[in-house]
């Protein structure tokens, strides 16, 4: 008998999409475990390539021999021990199910980064050659790294070497997981012997009296670092010659890189909670009680202490002794909330953060994985955390559009929550002031259970009131600047007064479409429920889901002036403006520019925190989860923006924009106010952001989703077709449209096939279409067929994405 390993090779092709036989070597044959990656050799060429281990069985020699083809062997094992659990393995199938990916694409998915395959590239000779060539070329050896080769600039003469057949090229599958190690030193001989040593010194050799002294008081069991020696004043050559008579030892230890070094964290404990909070920890704690899968959606306006439901429901999960997953969209990551999570349980948090180096999150994984952290704060890709025995998973602002991957797998965290929380059979909380109209729909069918907050914990805060400013009137009051004079006025009140304002400038949107700045008129397609987007390349209005086009207009069609305008404007030109108008106020800018560099983002906020400005202008970023007590103004510049998109969720985003930052003001004693600038003050979206009510505005929106037959009435898949050439994208994408046509039931309505909005990109054209469904078992088979028929076309330049309830229309 021997034994054999499947195994999924890094090879993305359908034709690949499969595990492969290897053998096994003896001589690792009892080290290698199921999860483990290994390099294989693949294809003709047997390239060497990274895999993962599935499964080892065992092959009988007679199968062996009957086999028409050669079986190939393991080349190396890369772990000592499995790197994703026998769950995570399940969770790839269930990923692979959900997204049409690949499954290697998925199983490297829920590695940190520096695990993924790396391969170096080695020239290696094959043929004899002359001394004095291998000697200059491959300083006397068989093999050359390619870095190394370009370094030395010899590559056109090992080019040439290659053209007569001497030397070939391979590939070695590198592991980047580098742990980080800190050199100590120990003590080597006992207190006598050390004595005896101090006896043989010389006279003036003060440092290594002290040092005998310090190896003596240190003993044989502890270790000081290097570094500290150095700082004691022992130098390196003081040290190296220690070992060399043999007093102490250099022994090197790992440890992980801690981002949080530097920082305190001051302990603090359990806040007593209101009867809203009271019941919502009793009933999720009910559910870890009796190992029940339940999802619960924790509605609660901002402020209402959510955040203390969710540290009171992790700390009892750890009392009896389970681990803790709560994940947060990359932007409301904020030191704030990393605060309060060390704080509460120090050493016991892994925080797992893009801006985190490579080195810091595999860090950070190890120490999850080796069981040493039992509670994980992290964004999206978090959920892949290797934690055992997980008692609760928490999802923060859950209807964040960040939580769904933009790219392939193209996973939706939530829904990977909820099939951990099944395999632990442990409850999952769902929590926003602004649920996702896909999850209230849910909690409203009762497949989700609804728990509510209605209060502000804070006794002494309340919410603020809010002012919606109508932009057409300013206009018409000939005030052009972007600040309408009641929020001008404002500005000025609060800095007289010493209090501190935020001003948020919407992005989405920018430019992307025509509004009519008399009326506020912005160009509806005839045909669907969505305005119409513009196309700088063509010229034209489109319509991102029906495909009508039409001229873009210079006169409103609804009024009949000529003041139709593109609109959006840059953070940067509102902070001209600002600095204009005032020329006395500190501002702090704050978008994708000036956030860039790492540590940035904490920077502005601590500089803001210290009242180092008057005003803190930003993006969408500045809307979450920051708690500034002085802050007692908002301002929305242009509530519209992101209204006038062509996208069902329009209305919502800006809803939840809205209430989102309009919680940032008056978050403690001096009473918040907002001021919403907006050129369709009537929308309800507006409308009823300025009431804070969120269940009317659910009521309203399931009403205009139900009309347009949107999801959650539907569910959607987007497949999208690219090609170098535009007419091979749109004729695969008709093509698909036509097979789809022919297999799905009539009541899956069909959106396009359609230009994207962003018609090409990267020189690549992009055709798409939408399928709105609801119940469709031929859906799954028919996208698979198309995966497998358009694999031809694929090799000749055909990019396809299958996108399940894409966050982004646009
Ligand atoms: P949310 O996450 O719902 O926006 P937070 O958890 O940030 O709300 O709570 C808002 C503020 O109220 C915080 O300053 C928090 O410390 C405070 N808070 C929360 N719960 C209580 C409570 N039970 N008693 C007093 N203050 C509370
Ligand atoms: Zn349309």
Request: net charge negative.
């Amino acid at each position: 008998m021997r034994k054999a390993a499947q195994v999924i090779v890094d090879v993305p092709t359908m034709q690949t999409d499969q595990p492969f036989t290897y053998l096994i070597p003896s001589d690792v044959e009892g080290q290698l475990a199921v999860g483990m990656r290994v390099e294989v050799p693949f294809g003709k060429g047997n390239r060497h390539v990274q895999g993962f281990v599935l499964a080892i069985e065992e092959v009988a020699e007679t199968n062996l021999s009957a086999q028409a083809f050669e079986w190939k062997e393991i080349l190396s094992v890369l772990d000592l021990k499995p790197v994703l659990n026998t769950e995570l393995l399940a969770l790839a199938d269930y990923m692979k199910e959900k997204t049409f990916a690949f499954k290697i694409t998925c199983l490297q998915t829920m590695l940190p980064s520096v695990m993924r395959a790396d391969y170096r590239k080695y020239i290696y000779l094959t043929d004899e050659l002359e001394e004095t060539w291998q000697e200059a070329l491959f300083d006397g050896l068989d093999e050359i790294a390619w870095e190394d080769a370009v370094a030395k600039n010899i590559l056109p003469q090992l080019m040439q070497l290659r053209r007569q057949q001497k030397v070939d090229i391979r590939y070695e599958v590198n592991t980047r997981n580098k742990v980080k190690k800190i050199r100590h030193i120990s003590a080597q001989m006992t207190f006598e012997q050390l004595e005896e040593a101090r006896l043989d010194l010389r006279k003036n050799s003060q440092k290594k009296e002290q040092l005998l002294t310090y190896l003596q008081q240190l003993g044989s069991e502890a270790l000081t670092s290097v570094k500290e020696m150095k700082m004691l004043g022992f130098s390196t050559a003081v040290l190296n010659d220690a070992a060399k008579k043999g007093w102490l030892t250099f022994v090197e230890t790992e440890t992980y890189r801690d981002p949080f070094a530097d920082q305190t964290f001051e302990k603090t404990t359990a806040l007593s909670l209101n009867d809203e909070q009271k019941a919502a920890v009793d009933q999720i704690l009910t559910s870890v009680d009796q190992k029940n899968n339940k999802t619960y959606l924790l509605e609660g306006i901002t402020g209402s202490g959510k955040t203390e439901v969710y540290l009171q429901v992790i700390a009892e999960v750890l009392t009896q002794g389970k681990t803790a997953m709560m994940l947060v969209p990359e932007i409301s990551l904020t030191p704030q909330m990393v605060q309060r999570f060390k704080s509460r349980f120090g050493e016991q948090v892994a925080v797992m953060h893009s801006a985190l180096s490579q080195g810091e999150k595999y860090d950070e994984w190890r120490k999850i994985e080796r069981g040493e952290a039992q509670v994980v704060v992290g964004v999206r890709s978090a959920i892949f955390a290797p934690l055992d025995n997980l008692g609760v998973i928490i999802i923060d602002e859950e209807h964040e559009a960040s939580y769904k991957q933009e790219e392939t797998p193209r996973y939706h965290a939530r829904d990977l929550a909820i099939w951990r929380g099944a395999y632990h059979h442990c409850p999952v909380v769902l929590g926003s002031a602004t649920p996702s109209l896909e999850s209230r729909a849910r909690a409203q069918k009762n497949v989700y259970e609804r728990l509510i907050l209605t209060q502000r914990a804070n006794q002494t805060a309340t919410l603020p009131t809010i002012e919606v400013v109508d932009m057409r009137e300013e206009i018409q009051n000939k005030n052009n600047s972007s600040f309408s004079l009641a929020l001008q006025e404002k500005l000025q009140d609060r800095f007289v007064k010493g209090e501190q304002s935020v001003l948020l400038l919407n992005r989405r949107g920018y430019s992307s479409f025509v509004m009519c700045r008399d009326c506020g008129y912005v160009l509806p397609c005839p045909n669907c429920d969505i305005s119409l987007t513009l196309h700088m390349d063509t010229k034209t209005m489109k319509c991102h889901y029906c495909g009508h086009e039409e001229r873009i207009p210079y006169r409103c069609p609804n009024c009949d002036g000529d003041k139709i305008r593109y609109y959006g404007t840059g953070t940067q030109k509102v902070e001209e403006e600002l600095q204009q108008l005032f020329p006395e106020m500190r501002v702090l800018r704050m978008d994708v520019d000036t956030t860039r560099r790492k540590g940035a983002h904490e920077k502005l906020l601590t500089a803001f925190g210290n009242h180092e400005a008057d005003i803190l202008l930003g993006t969408q970023m500045i809307a979450k989860g920051l708690d500034f007590p002085n802050v007692t103004l908002v301002g929305v510049l242009n509530a519209d923006t992101a209204l006038n998109l062509p996208d069902f969720r329009s209305s919502e985003r800006t809803f939840q924009l809205l209430t989102q930052v309009s919680g940032r003001a008056g978050r403690a004693e001096k009473p918040g106010e907002v001021i919403i600038q907006s050129f369709n003050p009537e929308h309800y979206a507006i409308q009823l952001a300025k009431a804070q009510d969120f269940e009317d505005f659910y009521q309203k929106e399931m009403y205009v989703r139900h009309r347009g037959d949107y999801p959650p009435f539907y569910y959607t898949v987007q497949i999208t077709a690219s090609h170098p050439e535009e007419n091979q994208a749109a004729k695969q994408m008709f093509e698909i449209v036509n097979e789809l046509k022919n297999g799905l039931s009539d009541q899956c309505i069909l959106l396009g096939p359609t230009p994207n909005a962003i018609m090409r990109v990267n020189n690549r054209y992009f055709y798409q279409v939408i399928i709105k469904y609801k119940n469709e078992p031929n859906l799954q088979p028919i996208l698979k067929k198309i995966l497998t028929d358009t694999q031809r076309a694929t090799a000749h330049g055909l990019k396809l994405s299958i996108d399940s309830e894409p966050m982004n229309f646009i």
